[in-house]
């Protein structure tokens, strides 16, 4: 509890837990969670679907660090090669030893990270009274001893087949799981690919018999409804615990709300950036056609249609026509929009029933699909690249200001000569090195992760110095000298007692950057690097559309352009709302902003 709630709320002994709060009266927490219950399983195919890609991203990142120590053991051995230091019968030990060391260093920042976040001591149990430092250490060399034997065995013998076998069949049934549980938004319940009926009636195998793009206009609209549904009710949730749970009468966070309900500013960025967020989650069902059918594997899929037309393109008003089925990727070829001669604009259908609300690409793909699939791109990348930067950032930052001295000397130095790199040329470089090897960072959503990975580096120089000054404020203030004297350590220290109160400058520069991250993922796409097809992104559609831009096609270009503007727009002033909300006081401006990016 901060030092305002405990003056409100009186005493802390006088307080009671949040637990026997909500004992005393649960009827509203209860009221609240039966609907937000109930708006789960509306969607609870879904959100299944989205829990399992968050684990094969988890799995991934596991797989992936499970194979740097191999990588660093090849990489010493060839060294140990080149240079002769070893007879050629003992150059595998290098390999050994290499891969030896980077498994016991990687253990042993995980069991750091562990222990720095968790209270339970395994020693406590044997030794009570051992001293806290003491007790530390033995903790983690044998938590990193426990995990390094383990990984061998996971590795050398047949246990890691099983376990990843046991990781297998769980992603299989959580993904029929998934499959199967009814979905409200999804096409299964609100279709919009159909045909028009022979004997003229209407159309066949859409919603309620309503025209694919009505059918489609139905669904976006349910989508948003239940979105804004839930933000509806998160905030209710929040006024039911600030209401009926809080201690305290008031809180500083009050204040802050009460800001950023009256800067408008701040809320047009909240709506365009609410209205983004929710495309790229729900990307499959805003798009009028699933992405592999019309733009992966276009051959794969059929696509029926009513062949109304006679031999000489006269359209048969006697409902003589017939049902043909075509590839989507032949019906492609006959309708891409590439300037005069052929094009699919705005809100129209192609020559086979296929609405397009934005029109199709030059290669005949619907602009709607790719864009809603490349706003998910550009929203996975700038939320790994800002959020890996900004714990790098945050984590530098409460060491530097703690420690001082030489770690704060190396780290200035480090930050001002990736700071002096131009920010585009830094990820213009690391991107065509790592994307011309078989780096396995170069497979996901196409050199996606790795440009994620490359805007962290680029970027926490820029964060680091921007609270690098509040950050140095609070080490000095009294109740960090008072937290040492009472001999906690260090991470505790920076835990507890200054990490939050610096968070919130953090949160003010990330969300300031949001915007450039996109804009530079876009560039590096126009330019044909970065990312890489089948997957959309929005600087490759603008690419695409360029040599039609002044023809009957315009909108594959413009389109694409007015979406990165607003989005941009709308995270500026959501970051603008915010800095005004938390610190209405702050002098953040775009020079500061400009200098959280990196170099110029």
């Known amino acids: 509890m901060s030092e305002t709630e405990s003056q409100t709320a009186g005493p802390e002994s006088d307080v009671a837990p949040l637990r026997e709060r909500f004992l005393d009266n649960p009827r509203p927490a209860l009221l609240w969670f039966v609907g937000a219950a109930f708006l789960l399983v509306l969607e609870l195919g879904r959100i299944l679907g989205w829990v399992k890609g968050l684990g094969t991203g988890v799995k991934f990142i596991i797989m992936t660090t499970a194979t740097l120590p191999a990588w660093v053991g090849s990489n010493v051995e060839n060294a140990v090669a080149d240079t002769d230091a070893l007879p ?8 050994v030893f290499g891969s030896g060391v980077v498994t016991v260093l990687v253990m042993g920042f995980v069991v750091s990270v562990f222990l720095s976040l968790s209270n339970r001591r395994v020693t406590r149990l044997v030794q009570p009274d051992m001293p806290s430092y003491r007790r530390l250490r033995l903790e983690r060399a044998l938590l990193t001893g426990g995990l390094t034997v383990a990984s061998a065995l996971m590795v050398l013998t047949p246990v890691g087949g099983l376990v990843e076998g046991v990781i297998g069949f769980l992603t299989a049934v959580l993904d029929n799981v998934s499959n199967q549980v009814p979905t409200l938004t999804s096409r299964e319940i609100i279709p919009n690919q159909g045909y028009r009926s022979p004997d003229g009636s209407g159309w066949e195998e859409t919603f309620l018999g309503l025209s694919p793009g009505q059918s489609w206009g139905v669904r976006v609209a349910v989508v948003y409804a239940y979105a804004f549904a839930w933000l509806v009710w998160l905030w209710r949730g929040y006024n039911v615990f600030r209401d009926q749970y809080r201690a305290a009468d008031w809180t500083p966070r009050d204040d802050t709300l009460d800001r950023f309900s009256g800067h408008y500013w701040g809320l047009f960025g909240l709506v365009i950036v609410f209205s983004f967020v929710v495309m790229a989650l729900w990307a499959p069902a805003i798009s009028t056609v699933p992405l592999e059918e019309r733009s992966n594997e276009p051959y794969r899929f059929e696509h029926t249609f009513l062949d109304d037309e006679d031999i000489e393109g006269n359209v048969l008003t006697d409902g003589s026509g017939d049902l043909e089925t075509v590839r989507h990727g032949q019906a492609n070829l ?33 602009m709607m699909t790719q864009l809603a699939h490349g706003a998910r791109t550009s929203l996975i990348i700038a939320l790994t690249g800002l959020g890996l930067a900004t714990l790098i950032a945050l984590v530098m930052a409460l060491l530097t200001a703690y420690y001082k001295g030489l770690v704060d000397l190396l780290t200035v130095v480090t930050s001002d000569t990736i700071i002096s790199i131009p920010l585009f040329l830094l990820v213009m470089m690391l991107s065509v090195v790592f994307s011309g090897s078989n780096h396995p960072l170069v497979t996901p959503l196409d050199g996606g992760l790795l440009l ?48 939050p109160y610096v968070i919130s400058y953090t949160m003010i520069y990330a969300s300031l950057l949001v915007g450039s991250t996109i804009i530079v993922t876009a560039a590096l796409s126009f330019l044909g690097l970065g990312i890489s097809e089948p997957t959309p992104e929005w600087g490759r559609i603008i690419s695409n559309g360029r040599p039609y831009i002044t023809t009957n096609s315009w909108h594959v270009s413009t389109v694409s352009g007015i979406m990165i503007v607003f989005v941009v727009a709308g995270f500026n002033a959501l970051g603008d709302g915010i800095r005004d909300a938390i610190d209405p006081e702050s002098d953040v401006g775009e020079g500061d902003a400009a200098a959280a990016g990196g170099g110029g």
């Open 334 to 366: 006959y309708s891409p929009s590439k300037g005069a001669e052929q094009n699919v604009g705005l809100m129209s259908y192609d020559d086979f029933d296929r609405f397009s609300p934005l029109g199709t690409t030059p290669s005949g793909g619907d």
């Open 88 to 95: 050629g019968s003992l150059e595998p030990v290098g390999e």
């Open 452 to 499: 994620a990975i490359v805007f962290a580096f680029a970027f926490w120089p820029g964060l680091w110095r921007a609270i690098r000054g509040p950050t140095m404020q609070v080490a000095e203030e009294d109740w960090i000298n008072a937290a040492k004297s009472y001999g906690q350590t260090p991470s505790k220290i920076m835990r507890k007692h200054m990490a």
